[in-house]
């Protein structure tokens, strides 16, 4: 049995069929074909899937399409304004923020939410924040001070 | 120094398709009338199957095939091979048992392929394997490595008695046994190094294509080293030959030596594509990748250390057991030995070394190269050693260190245990981290931290690694059954502009922006007019992948060579243009000029005429301008350093939090280095997770305990801190580009100084042992049972 969803995701609105047992992220890599957003565990820890989801960071493969119907998503495809990088894409960049990019959507999609709702947080807080994402590449160094470097972008924007 | 040359710290030229999504990871490719495949793994650490029955299976929803051990028999395939061998002390070879990439009648690990299926979508396919009926026996398993040899053990291989795959040497036995006869003192130590699980964020994944109207294989693949897998698969497994086969590793999200190997879900989809002539795609679930990728390290030791009244190191033996899994994986056989037993001397002058490595079979994942392969073995050994050496002669770290440390002007050094280290000043880098980070300043915060009740510690690293693998002469002689040589091709296009092909793979590495700093700076041109290209064998000549931290010290130099070649021909073009001899054409800047005058032609001029010949030396030199150069060390690259690892414990918990890190290297020379200390930072994370946090736990029958990320611990950002880094580099003689590997030094420096961290902060309560991983409720029982019962108790 399929079930007929529809929802805007980066600003454009997309509607699909899918199965009752379809996730988020599935709905988003399979049938819209924006593989930006990452699958890097099957247990809700590793955090490469985090979308938004009305404005909250969501791990896509812990909610269902179904459950998404009606929303508005950002995707990774979505974050920067046409060819200008989000502030937080460019701390990443210049701070040497990821490595395999593999982790990448899911962080940026963190740390963006973590300077959305927390804008002065300090290095603990923004480790203590970061939990739910796992990176094996860069040791969160770089990630810590890029997410650092973003939140003063974001505010000087 | 350019901005975009050599030594500076140029933002990586990959990151904009890592930022904005558009990457193009293997489960990100859809092929026209792709089908998917699940496959039906063993519940099993040990069984035999009985029955295996696939058709209400076969007749599921969607179902397109399903094959088996027996199909693949049928085609006479081959297992998937094992790249070294290695010979017992009778000089007898290991045992290799056969591994089909799906089993026929019995299954020897949990995660164990028995069938595939594959379906219209991944969903039926998987649905379809629950129909899938299987009858198995369930055989008693053997888990432990310390545990296989016992006369009692299961058996895993009826041609490998006793569990045995190898029974190794190097070194004078006897010698040994009598230099610790006599020494003044003789320190002696069991430990283990802990399994691992290389957990890169992408899962592993593979589609395989086939086109019948050429007979075209193609295989995309998350793979650190295509143009071996082609090779293995191509003719070992399948049987097809190279110009049918392409292999393609596009972006690669994270390897750490678990994406070397050749496993056999590359093959099972290489091979049913043709079957049923459609594109399949597999791709790895994580729990998947918990039982079926190649874990790492899983030693048992004992050793012994002799010293002399001084503390100065006489001899040393090990003895060590090391798990190889169920099945010998590509490189298995050599971590323990060559990449492990040659790195015994340490930085030190040591001048008697012998090592026994017994490899056993068990009936777990295969395990092979993880993050420093052998080295960070080696180097937990000695440094625990060392470190508990000290303590019983009541040395300080360093002072002990300093006695012992072999002298930056006994370079190059011949150690005991085959290895000739071209250079390195293991006194200069500990002496610049104990500056770092403040070692006479310890004791105070000891104090400081006791009267808030934690106790404080401070751990000691001092190494040195073997990496750049690999030199084909050496290897060879150690076992290998390829060299490991890099290909580098420079193709220069007719306005100026290069494309590099490498055969090294970034998987993380960026070597889009290293490569091209090379390149920007030798030929003088923009960065922005370099592209790098690498991960197909249809566009590189040949390669041998990225593993061993040899991509730059192996694969950048075959790049630098093959740039050599176009400046020698480009010097020809030039002395004809410039009408001038070509001993007068000097290359500056990016700019041919004639010695002495104001005469030059741009780089981009030189090109164009190279491809727009009508002004040529047509008569003594071929038009076009790309040339192609392989590479093959004359040694390793033996990079060093010093960690120092702060501790604070909390008693009442038994939490270890890791104050400071710092870290001082030797890589040489840097080509960026912003990537280098990512590389540290990442290395030392994986250390730190290895020394605190992760262990892969298998129960008494085979069963893994730590399947997932619920039960595996990750290190995540907060266990970790900022760390501190320096470098105090000597250029290395025997590279051509004075570079050392960088990629694996973090994992293979920093688990001994933060164990000897946690057991210097433990000391005063007599504490002289903890196992990795040091956590909590290991400390809290350690501090338990160490400390005086309180009053109430």
């Keep these: 049995m399929t079930i007929s969803v529809s929802m805007t995701v ?82 990443f960049r210049e701070h040497h923020g990821l490595q395999c990019g593999f982790c990448t959507p899911g962080m940026l999609a963190t740390g963006y939410d973590i300077v959305r709702r927390l804008p002065d947080a300090d290095e603990a807080r923004i480790r203590r924040e970061l939990s739910g994402n796992i990176c094996r590449c860069t040791g969160y160094h770089n990630i810590v001070k890029a997410i650092k470097a973003g939140a003063e972008k974001m505010s000087a924007a | ?447 400081e931290a006791a009267a808030r009740g934690k106790y404080r510690g401070i751990g000691f690293s001092t190494y040195v690694e073997a990496c750049g693998i690999a030199p084909s002469a050496v290897v060879g002689s150690l076992g290998a059954r390829a060299g490991l040589y890099e290909c580098g091709q420079v193709r220069v296009h007719p306005t100026g502009s290069v494309t590099v092909f490498t055969g090294t793979h970034s998987h993380g590495q960026g070597h889009e922006t290293t490569f091209a700093q090379l390149v920007s700076d030798k030929l003088g041109i923009p960065i922005e007019n370099v592209d790098v290209v690498h991960g197909d064998t249809a566009k590189v000549p040949f390669g041998m992948g990225t593993y061993g931290s040899r991509s730059l010290a192996v694969g950048g130099v075959a790049i630098d060579r093959a740039m050599d070649k176009v400046i020698a021909k480009a010097k020809k073009i030039a002395a004809h243009l410039l009408e001038a001899a070509e001993a007068d054409i000097v290359f500056e800047n990016g700019e041919f000029s004639v010695a002495g005058t104001d005469r030059k032609k741009a780089f981009g001029e030189i090109s164009l005429a190279a491809y727009v010949p009508h002004n040529y030396p047509i008569t003594e030199l071929e038009p076009g301008l790309e040339e192609t150069a392989f590479f093959d060390p004359l040694n390793f690259s033996y990079p060093g350093g010093a960690h120092l690892c702060e501790v604070e414990i909390d008693p009442d918990t038994g939490v270890t939090q890791v104050i400071n890190f710092t870290a001082v290297d030797d890589f040489g020379r840097v080509i960026n280095p912003m990537i280098v200390e990512g590389q540290v930072h990442g290395g030392v994370a994986q250390g730190i997770g290895q020394a605190l946090l992760e262990a892969c736990v298998y129960d008494e029958e085979g069963q893994l305990i730590t399947g997932s990320f619920m039960d595996y611990t990750m290190p995540r950002a907060d266990n970790l801190v900022s760390f501190t880094l320096d470098t105090h580099n000597v250029p290395a003689p025997d590279n051509p580009l004075g570079v050392k590997g960088c990629g694996e030094v973090g994992a293979i420096g920093s688990p001994p100084a933060v164990i000897n961290a946690v057991i210097d902060a433990l000391s005063p309560l007599g504490i002289t042992d903890i196992s990795m991983p040091a956590t909590p409720p290991k400390v809290w029982q350690a501090i338990r049972s160490a400390r005086p019962p309180l009053a109430a108790e």
């Design chain 1, 10 to 91: 980066n600003g454009k609105t997309v509607s699909g069929d899918v199965e009752g047992r379809t996730l988020l992220v599935q709905f988003l890599r399979e049938q819209l074909h924006l593989t930006g957003t990452h699958v890097g565990c099957d247990t809700s820890q590793c955090g490469a899937c985090v979308v938004h989801v009305d404005g909250q960071s969501v791990k896509s493969c812990t909610i269902l399409a179904a459950q998404a119907n009606g929303t508005e998503v950002v995707t990774i495809e979505g974050l920067a304004d046409g060819a200008t990088l989000h502030p937080m894409q460019e701390a």
């Design chain 2, 1 to 447: 120094m350019s901005a975009t040359g050599i030594g500076a710290s140029v933002r990586r030229k990959e990151d904009l398709r890592f930022l904005t999504g558009r990457g193009n990871y293997t489960d990100d490719i859809n092929r026209p009338g792709q089908t998917h495949a699940y496959i039906l793994r063993s519940p099993h650490a040990h069984a035999k199957i009985e029955r295996l029955d696939i058709s209400s299976a076969q007749a599921a929803p969607g179902v397109i095939a399903i094959f088996t051990g027996k199909d693949m028999a049928a085609d006479a395939l081959g297992g998937l091979p094992c790249g070294w061998q290695i010979h017992s002390r009778d000089g007898s070879p290991m045992k290799e048992p056969a591994h089909p990439p799906l089993v026929i009648d019995r299954v020897r690990h949990v995660g164990d392929q028995i069938a595939v299926v594959i379906a219209e979508t991944l969903g039926q396919a998987k649905d379809a394997a629950e129909l899938i009926e299987v009858d198995y026996a369930p055989l008693p398993a053997i888990a432990h490595p310390g545990k296989a040899l016992a006369s009692a053990a299961p058996q895993v291989w009826d041609e490998a008695p006793g569990n045995l795959c190898y029974d190794w040497v190097i070194g004078d036995e006897a010698e040994v046994d009598a230099a610790i006869k006599g020494a003044h003192h003789v320190t002696r130590i069991e430990l283990t190094n802990n399994r691992l699980i290389p957990n890169a964020m992408e899962p592993r994944a593979a589609v395989g294509e086939y086109d019948r109207s050429t007979g075209d294989y193609t295989l995309y693949t998350t793979s650190q080293n295509p143009h071996v897998i082609r090779l293995l698969m191509g003719a070992f497994v399948l049987h097809i030959p190279e110009h049918r086969l392409r292999v393609v590793a596009p972006d690669v999200g994270g390897g750490f030596g678990s994406k070397i190997y050749h496993y056999a879900e590359e093959a099972i989809v290489t091979w049913a594509s043709a079957k049923v002539n459609r594109p399949i795609k597999w791709t790895a679930e994580r729990s998947e990748s918990f039982i079926t990728d190649a874990h790492g390290r899983d030693h048992v030791t004992t050793a012994h250390l002799a010293m002399d009244k001084d503390g100065k190191f006489l001899a040393f033996k090990v003895e060590t057991i090391a798990n190889m899994g169920a099945y010998l994986s590509t490189f298995a056989p050599c971590v323990p030995t060559y990449l492990y037993a040659t790195l015994l001397a340490g930085v030190y002058t040591t001048p008697k070394v012998f090592a026994n490595v017994k490899a056993v079979f068990t009936h777990t994942v295969p395990v092979d190269a993880y993050r420093g392969a052998g080295r960070p073995e080696a180097t937990y050994l000695i440094e625990r050693i060392v470190s508990q050496a000290a303590r019983e002669m009541g040395l300080d770290q360093a002072e002990l260190r300093r006695r012992n440390f072999i002298k930056r002007e006994q370079f190059p050094y011949q150690t005991p245990v085959a290895l000739v280290y071209d250079s390195g000043d293991p006194g200069g880098c500990m002496e610049k981290a104990l500056k770092l980070a403040d070692y006479s300043g310890f004791e105070a915060r000891r104090k």
